[in-house]
């Protein structure tokens, strides 16, 4: 090749290696429609425990108002913080033992802090309520006399003599009965907690039930007579024919469980979940809610349904609920030395 032919060809061969150079660093127009970053991309996932249909339809509520998209992850995902955004359980125990596992990331918010009471938010900002449900004394209105029920002033009373080979109790597996034994340590002690739960026992008609759905059952069938069950299965009095509720009116004892919600510590879309956050606990959302899942809403402001109407509203009064999550484990060292199955 002459000399000259050589100079062209490699000046020329330079010019298309600058020109592709060029070429890789302008952005095309897929590139510059693409996310800025991670936050921006895919639905919002949401594991979630809750029972019914309450997560379902205010998320679509919210998708509707906002234009986000969601994907709902099965109860089982629960603990894979690396797929999930944000947590729903219906249960402060379930919610609790996410928390205590470090997969909760503190969520300092004027909205959350504004729209619910301190008693129903985790003293370290983990997690919220959303709705609150009683665990509540229900009984046969054919076995149980009006005499008998003004003698029921507290869960304790249940251990009397008159309620032996008449009283139903559920599994100490299911996360409100734990809670409920984390309450009488609270109230009587460890150790009259222990007698309490003991003379319960006695009193059985039937082997603890292995849920609470089994439990009301048993009552309207009248293999026993009374018995301590989530409010929610007792919030329609056509849910189960035959049973009716007792309240503690003049003590203000009830027990008020949660559903509760809080942000994953390592979710893709930090910023995009403590709105969704925000926006559960809101007037009308947190409303939607509760209905849906027959409970109080957990926001004062909020207008509770017609199937909770009949329930005190005191959910809001009294000690945070995180301090009986304080002792779970010493519930648990309890049910087993009780020997409540």
Known sequence: MRPGLARIYAASFCILIIAACGEEQRPT????????????????????????????????????????????????????????????APSLGDLWAVAEADKLRPVFSAVIEGGISAALRDPESRWVALGAHPRIVAYNTGLVSGDELASIDSYASLRDEAWRGRLCLSSSALPGNRLLVAYLISRFGSREAEIIVRQWRGNLAIAETTDDSKLVAAIRDGRC??????????????????????????????????????????????????KLLEWLVSETPNALFAVDNAELPANAGSQPGANVVGWPNIVTNGPRLAALGFLFEDADRLIERAHYR
Do not use: K
């Open 225 to 274: 007579a009374i018995g301590i069950a989530d409010g929610r299965l007792l919030a329609s009095t056509t849910s189960a024919p035959g049973v009716a509720v007792h309240f503690f009116h003049e003590t203000g004892e009830t027990l008020f469980d949660i559903s509760a919600a809080g942000v994953s510590r390592h979710a893709l879309h930090p910023e995009r979940a403590v």
């Open 29 to 88: 127009r897929e590139t510059a429609a693409a996310p800025a970053t991670i936050e921006d991309a895919g639905p919002l996932r949401i594991a979630n425990q809750a029972r019914g249909p309450a997560m379902q339809n205010v998320l679509a509520a919210f998708a509707a108002e906002t234009g986000e998209e969601y994907s709902l992850l099965p109860a089982d995902r629960a603990h894979a913080s690396t797929s999930v955004d944000l947590y729903v």
